[in-house]
C-alpha cells in the first residue's frame, strides 16, 4: 500500500534535508512530498508529518517522526 507522507519547507521546527531521509528510511518507497500544507498555526510551534490523511505534531522532529512511525501503511 502507498503512504502518503508530507512535510512543510517553511516549518521553522524541521530540517527538511535531515526530516527527508529519517522518513524514507521509515517507509521506503513512499515520495515524500514537500511543500507549504497551509497548516500556519501549529506549524509555527511544533514539528509535524502530514501521513496518511493525519496530522502528527510533536516538540521535535525525531518524536514527530517516531508517533508518525505507527501510521505507516505496511
Known amino acids: 500500500m ?3 507522507i508530507r512535510i512543510c519547507d517553511k516549518c521553522k521546527h524541521i530540517n527538511v534535508k535531515k526530516m527527508v531521509p529519517k522518513l524514507e ?3 521506503p518507497d513512499t515520495e515524500i512530498k ?3 500544507k497551509s497548516y500556519c498555526g501549529p506549524c509555527s510551534r511544533f514539528a509535524f508529518v502530514f501521513i496518511n490523511g493525519r496530522y502528527i505534531t510533536a516538540p521535535t522532529e525525531d518524536e ?3 508517533k508518525a512511525s505507527k501510521y505507516v501503511k505496511k
Open 34 to 36: 514537500v511543500a507549504c
Open 2 to 4: 502507498a503512504n502518503d
Open 64 to 66: 514527530a517522526i517516531e
Open 25 to 27: 528510511q521509515m517507509a
